[in-house]
């Protein structure tokens, strides 16, 4: 199972679902996904947080993708929000 973030307008995270894996029956899910909903949608790897992969596999596009965090496409990688003071 693989999880998908869409992205609003400023390249910011609204949503996260679950769904197939890329590659799965012959489909790109990423582009598919973005198309059906009319929007941004990149693929998030569950077990990558700070730029490690939890199960020692390859980490992928930094960190988990989370409502609020923001897609940066230079880096390829979910930022999350900054926290504000106490």
């Known amino acids: 199972m693989a999880h998908y973030a869409f992205l609003d307008g400023n390249n910011i995270v609204i949503e996260v679902i679950c769904g197939k894996e890329e590659g799965e029956d012959g489909v790109n899910w990423e582009e598919r996904y973005s198309e059906i909903r009319n929007m941004p949608c990149k693929r998030t790897s ?3 947080r700070a730029g490690i992969h939890l199960n020692g596999g390859t980490p992928f596009r ?5 409502i609020g965090y923001s897609y940066n496409k230079l880096r390829d990688a979910f930022i999350p ?3 504000i003071g106490r």
Not at 62 to 66: I, L, M, Q, R, V
């Open 81 to 83: 929000p900054k926290k």
């Open 62 to 66: 930094k960190n988990y993708a989370g």
């Open 46 to 48: 569950y077990n990558t």
